[in-house]
């Protein structure tokens, strides 16, 4: 008969076995003790041993002091032991660029998944997930096939500090798709984390009503939207604010108020940092649309959307945009030229880009 030593060494090996079995499915605590590095929005990177949740990243350093960030504030998280596949496809994942990130991180082999730990796997199973979520935001297919695997890292992911950020790439491709009741259903799941993304869930629902040709009810919702950005302190704030204010301006154009438009967009670029890499193509992309819009201001025009092209070009989205309306603008000023260069970087860059289709749909009307 086996010793009660024996029998609780027993015990706790099995238990070890049990736990380490069940780690992917515990969603009710935090992964503690994980080394790596949280790079910042604004501020240093922060090395050390990491404590992730849905709504912050704890960094405790090797100093022993521990500094609390709240998702709001990371442009994202490393794993000191990550592959490097993953390290690139988050990268292009930052970028927007959906496909060239779903092709790298297929390369990661079974051997890296044998040797990564669990939040590295749960890291490549988003980083997987939005790739196919912002590639078939740009090219319109597999948007099913999108939505599903973005959904089934939230619901397998409850506690993952990348839980918001699939939210609202899941929002973006139910939007694509015209579904946009889902897509409002999902960016409302950012309302429940910090009062900054309250204020984006706000922003992004706004920008729902916009896609659906209900500029006045979206200008309401980008006011609600700054209300809540006013709430918000530090930076995150500011980005959260001079968002909905952009937004705003969209509007203003759509109702044909042009002129207010371009002041708000010159206020926010007034304001902007030169990191604010998504916020000021947005601004230069909505300004060069308001000073078209106003009628007399094509050469301004001209300059802030060749600001979004050759500049600020960060945002896939908003270059199209920009190429598409420099095509146009071209055309009237009759620099053929011109015009057959933005059109070829906006076919052969952004092949199935709206903006691409629209341009065809142009083309044969």
């Known amino acids: 008969m086996p010793s009660m030593k024996n029998v609780r060494a027993d015990f706790r090996a099995r238990a070890a076995a049990w736990a380490l079995a069940l780690?992917?499915?515990?969603?009710?605590?935090?992964?503690?003790?994980?080394?790596?590095?949280?790079?910042?929005?604004?501020?240093?990177?922060?090395?050390?041993?990491?404590?992730?949740?849905?709504?912050?990243?704890?960094?405790?350093?090797?100093?022993?002091?521990?500094?609390?960030?709240?998702?709001?504030?990371?442009?994202?998280?490393?794993?000191?032991?990550?592959?490097?596949?993953?390290?690139?496809?988050?990268?292009?994942?930052?970028?927007?660029?959906?496909?060239?990130?779903?092709?790298?991180?297929?390369?990661?082999?079974?051997?890296?998944?044998?040797?990564?730990?669990?939040?590295?796997?749960?890291?490549?199973?988003y980083v997987k997930a939005a790739a196919a979520g912002y590639a078939a935001m740009a090219s319109g297919a597999d948007l099913d096939a999108a939505a599903k695997a973005l959904r089934d890292f939230v619901a397998s992911n409850p506690r993952s500090h990348n839980l918001y950020a699939a939210n609202e790439a899941l929002g973006g491709v139910l939007a694509r798709a015209g579904r946009y009741a889902e897509a409002g259903a999902a960016y409302g799941e950012l309302s429940k984390g910090p009062p900054a993304l309250a204020a984006r869930a706000a922003v992004l629902k706004a920008e729902l009503l916009t896609a659906q040709g209900k500029p006045g009810d979206a200008m309401r919702e980008y006011e609600a939207a700054a209300a809540v950005a006013t709430k918000v302190p530090g930076d995150a704030g500011r980005r959260a604010r001079q968002a909905a204010e952009l937004g705003r301006a969209r509007c203003l154009v759509l109702l044909g108020k042009p002129a207010d438009a371009i002041a708000t967009c010159r206020t926010v670029i007034g304001g902007c940092r030169p990191d604010d890499a998504d916020l000021l193509s947005r601004a230069f992309l909505v300004l060069g649309t308001a000073q078209l819009a106003s009628g007399s201001m094509d050469h301004d025009a001209a300059v802030s959307l060749l600001t979004v092209d050759l500049v600020h070009n960060a945002v896939p989205d908003d270059r199209a945009e920009a190429l598409y309306h420099l095509i146009g603008l071209w055309e009237r000023a009759n620099h053929p030229e011109r015009a057959r260069e933005a059109r070829q970087a906006l076919e052969a860059t952004f092949p199935d880009s709206p903006w691409t289709q629209k341009l065809r749909a142009d083309k044969t009307s």
């Open 23 to 125: 780690l992917p499915c515990m969603t009710a605590v935090a992964v503690a003790d994980i080394e790596g590095e949280v790079h910042r929005t604004a501020g240093p990177r922060l090395v050390g041993s990491l404590e992730l949740t849905p709504n912050a990243v704890a960094v405790t350093t090797e100093s022993g002091s521990t500094t609390r960030v709240g998702v709001e504030e990371i442009r994202f998280v490393r794993f000191a032991d990550e592959p490097d596949s993953l390290s690139n496809a988050r990268s292009l994942l930052l970028r927007r660029s959906g496909a060239d990130a779903a092709e790298e991180i297929a390369k990661i082999t079974e051997a890296d998944r044998a040797a990564a730990t669990t939040p590295v796997i749960a890291d490549i199973a």
